[in-house]
């Protein structure tokens, strides 16, 4: 053995076998040999009975002098009881954001990845996220590994997707279907909304300790922000009264005037069955919502014109497709041709959505009362004891629902609030006390007739 030095090195001769060179000052410390000639800088180390090696670098790319240096800081690190050589072999193993996502997508169809309320997620979710995965994070994450994330990854992957990065052409299901992949911000904080949680699950799984996507700034979806203004609600009257013109669109318009009555979610009216409709109750009785089973009051608007349907129609769906017994299908393709090329054609059935809350809100009813008209996870308070429909709620949805309906119409309104002055909410009281004492008195004259029979 000699102390390892370049001249040392420099000397080494390859032979018929890999050989190793002991360093005489630095117990462990060595350089082996290959047959072919390659040389690198290795430790050699016991834990417990365990004999390992650990192997530094190759020389060319390591000096004698660094590799010793390193081989110190490693030895030190064994005394300590760690095992750089394991290590080095889990590094190597480390998995990739690709085989991450296969397995999230594995427990996700599974229906082991839980939602909102500790349910599994719906299959309409599962189709949306596998496709954000597919298009979006695996092109521009899928080859990294996972415990090497950082939050500027991230973030570069989020300034991708908005700059369109991703967009693509991609096949649907549908005969001669193509969809386009923009990106957008609206795309991209989705997509890394949902990263975040396939690292969460990463999380709880042990593959890494702290969720990288965490404190990464995104941009706000300005499409959930827009609402109608009066004047777009009597634009969107005269586009739908024209729209309905054409035979085609006749069901797409109805069901356009019921989300706006409503503030249902799309895929909730789209595949409303009369086994949900209760007009006699004046509420949808939803079974399987976004929020799990949710009963929606509806305003009288919506009572009638789902009586007046049901008197033409047969099968399960109150908007239904070609074929047996199927749910409408047109409605995407139908939405964009009704508003292309119009003043609204940016807008989605999700600011009919937010507008109807909207609207609400200006007529003053509560954040807890357009949470239940609108089966908001906000409003699952006030689902514990929506049983049988509260008469305010009912009142509500009549008022919200009559009040868009005018708009839809053309009419003028000059007042879009609830008066809050004194001597209106004293008469209103008033009538009200008024009622209730009639009400009362009706009712102990009726129990005076039952105890006198």
Not at 139 to 149: A, E, S
Not at 312 to 336: I, K, L, M, R
């Amino acid at each position: 053995m000699s102390k390892l030095t370049k001249r040392v090195v420099d000397a080494a001769e390859s032979r018929s076998k890999d050989y190793v060179i002991w360093d005489d000052e630095l117990p462990g410390f060595g350089l082996r040999v290959f047959a072919s000639g390659k040389r690198s800088y290795v430790i050699q180390y016991r834990l417990g009975k365990r004999s390992r090696r650990f192997t530094i670098g190759l020389h060319g790319i390591w000096t004698p002098e660094r590799a010793r240096q390193e081989a110190k800081v490693q030895l030190g690190r064994i005394a300590q009881g760690e095992d750089p050589a394991e290590e080095k072999q889990l590094d190597n193993k480390a998995i990739t954001v690709k085989e991450l996502c296969d397995l999230y997508v594995a427990d996700l169809k599974a229906g082991l990845i839980l939602g909102k309320g500790g349910r599994p997620k719906k299959a309409s979710t599962i189709l949306s996220d596998t496709g954000r995965i597919e298009r979006h994070i695996v092109p521009l994450l899928g080859t990294r590994r996972v415990k090497d994330l950082v939050k500027a990854d991230i973030t570069k992957a989020l300034k991708d997707i908005m700059a369109g990065k991703t967009r693509c052409s991609v096949k649907t299901k549908k005969l001669r279907g193509r969809a386009i992949v923009r990106g957008g911000a609206g795309t991209a904080t989705r997509t890394i909304g949902l990263f975040g949680g396939i690292l969460t699950y990463a999380v709880e799984a042990g593959i890494i300790d702290l969720n990288p996507v965490h404190g990464v700034r995104r941009p706000k979806d300005n499409v959930r922000g827009r609402r109608l203004t009066e004047a777009e609600y009597r634009l969107l009257g005269d586009i739908l009264t024209k729209a309905a013109e054409n035979e085609k669109y006749e069901l797409s318009v109805d069901i356009i005037r019921q989300l706006a009555l409503t503030g249902c979610r799309r895929t909730e009216m789209i595949t409303l069955a009369w086994s949900e409709a209760d007009t006699d109750s004046s509420c949808l009785r939803l079974i399987d919502s976004k929020e799990g089973s949710s009963i929606r009051p509806i305003g009288l608007p919506v009572v009638e014109y789902l009586e007046n349907r049901r008197k033409e129609q047969t099968g399960t769906y109150v908007f239904p497709g070609q074929g047996d017994d199927n749910a409408f299908g047109s409605f995407p393709n139908h939405w964009e041709q009704i508003f292309a090329d119009t003043a609204l054609a940016d807008i989605t059935p999700h600011v009919l959505r937010h507008s109807f809350a909207s609207i609400a809100n200006d007529l003053g009813f509560t954040e807890v009362t357009i949470a239940a008209l609108v089966g908001h996870a906000k409003g699952s308070v006030t689902s514990n004891y929506i049983h049988t429909l509260d008469t305010a709620l009912i009142m509500a949805a009549d008022t919200i629902s009559g009040y868009i309906q005018g708009l839809l119409d053309g009419i003028e309104f000059k007042q879009t609030a609830y008066a809050l002055d004194r001597d209106s909410r004293k008469a209103a009281l008033a009538r009200f006390l008024q009622k209730a004492a009639a009400t009362e008195q009706d009712t102990a004259e009726d129990s005076e007739q039952l105890l006198a029979a």
